[in-house]
């Protein structure tokens, strides 16, 4: 089993970055694909990229602006986000299997809170 929380949220105009964390507990982390997905109000959960041992993979919609990576000594995975747009606006949730990366939010029974970015026009 593993705990997640998520860092890093907050407001910034649109073109600029952010960085969220993604801190777990748990001695297995090492093992654990992790997920970013994202909600904004009033609509479904988006999946936004995912990684394990391979490379990440990422939804069309932020490929080439966002970035994952982990440290696993640290038992942290950060999502970078660039070229920010207002429609990135929402609360992103990082999530954690034993499986294998799945774009699919069902894949994934260990969930952080969230974090509200919020991009400016």
């Known amino acids: 089993q593993v705990q997640l929380v998520e860092f890093g949220g907050g407001l910034v105009q649109a073109g600029g970055s952010l960085r969220l964390s993604c801190a777990a507990s748990?001695?297995?982390?090492?093992?654990?694909?992790i997920g970013w997905f994202r909600q904004a109000p009033g609509k479904e959960r988006e999946f936004v990229g995912a990684?394990?041992?391979?490379?990440?993979y990422y939804a069309d919609s932020v490929k080439g602006r966002f970035t994952i990576s982990r440290d696993n000594a640290k038992s942290t995975v950060y999502l970078q986000m660039n070229s920010l747009k207002p429609e990135d606006t929402a609360v992103y949730y990082c999530?954690?299997?034993?499986?294998?990366?799945?774009?699919?939010?069902?894949?994934?029974?260990?969930w952080g809170q969230g974090t509200q970015v919020t991009v400016s026009s």
């Open positions: 748990g001695r297995t982390f090492v093992s654990y694909a």
């Open positions: 999530a954690g299997s034993s499986g294998s990366t799945s774009s699919i939010y069902t894949s994934y029974p260990y």
């Open positions: 990684i394990s041992w391979s490379d990440p």
